[in-house]
């Protein structure tokens, strides 16, 4: 038997092609699917199943696009309610590929209709678990409805854990869909697999002897919720179109964005100090080179609205543009260099944003300016500057009547969520606003300039963040 993972960075989803004797089956795939067909051929193997665990949130399937191109059944819980052409798989039914036997394991508990996959090659075994068990993990009760109590969820997850995937051979190896950083779970290991022996000895669900403390612990402290999950779970109800029928964002002349592209949201990808030398007025900024980029896209910028990219080089266009087909987003309708020169000479208004140096951060302070920090509450509680308002980025657009009047500097991780949040602030009108570059890390490093392990100010330098938060 052979096993191939393929993980998307950011998203920290994680995919697989497995199979034996010339035939092969994919689990969970991403939007762009070519590197299945590639592997599939490296292992001399033809795509006979396409397992979906469940309809994923986080993420648009490619699904629908590889059955098309290999003609191969998608296989779903019958608790799902798909509507692309499937094949229902019920509780213990058996799928062959090649020589390998396939068992469907209904495993509710992340969303309603989860499903698990365990393989069974002579005495080797292994299970897909979706977004059910990870390492060192499990997955959220709350993500599948917005507006559903998430404790028929948890206690659903309790039942799938105790009495299905923690009864199989302890030796099973597990491989999950997501890796750490993934908003699915909270604390997920990095590591790339795990086995159930390993997850029933050392999974931090373990310390919870009874279903009420299971429960209560699952819907307590959960992260924020993207606003995009809800769309993503629709597009892979009804599958997602193939990646080659989105349009891929043209060049524009700086002066379409006050003609047919006015109403457009400007998105630009570009970094905190590019930025913050000068930028469109009223322009998001997300920056594209790192690799949560599609996911603060996700939090913040609505599906339906064509966007307009700002980029340094046109290749970030296109990386833009597969990282937002990768969550569904499919209207990014141009992109324009950047250049503040020609959007002067176009007549557009360019804005820019100070960047606040870490060393003069406390001479701010000491004067009576605010200073608000928007990252994670684990990084809140584990360290912060005296003096500093929190409020969390992804609840900033509902919480701006608690942001301080006046000259304002803000502070994330590194700068990156920061900036972030001063472009949201000014589309809201408030023009007065710094970032504080390099964040709270180039803050700590002043602070501490050689790292010890034995000084409390370096072990907060050295990572301690919110788990299953988003952090930059």
Known sequence: MFTERFFVEGLAHASYLFGAEGEAAVVDPKRDVDDYLAAAERHSARIVAIFETHPHADFASGHLELAQRTGAPIYISEQAPATYAH???????IICVGSLSVTALATPGHSPDSMSFYVEDGEQRLVFTGDILFVGNVGRPDLRDADADPRAMAEALDDT??????RLPDETIVY??????????RQIGAAPQTTIGAEKKSNWVGRFPTRDEFVAAMLSNLPDRPAYFSHDVQINLA???PLAEIPRPEPLAPSALRREFAEALVLDTRTPAAYGAGHLSGSLNVGVAVPVFSTWVGFFVSPEIPVVLVVERSEDAEKAWLELARIGCENAVGYVLADSAAWRAAELEVRETPQLDVEDVEAWLRSGKPLLDVRTPGEWH???ADGAQWIPLPTLPARLAEVPPGPLAVMCGTGYRSSLATSLLARAGRTDVANVAGG?????????PELDALNPCCRDVAGKEGGGEITK
């Open 382 to 384: 584990a360290g912060r």
């Open 161 to 166: 854990l105790r009495y299905v995937l923690f």
């Open 239 to 241: 599958g997602a179109r």
């Open 87 to 93: 094949q229902d798989l019920r509780h213990g039914q």
């Open 440 to 448: 709270w890390s180039a803050w700590m490093s002043r602070r501490c």
């Open 176 to 185: 999950p869909a997501h890796g750490a950083g993934s908003l699915c779970g």
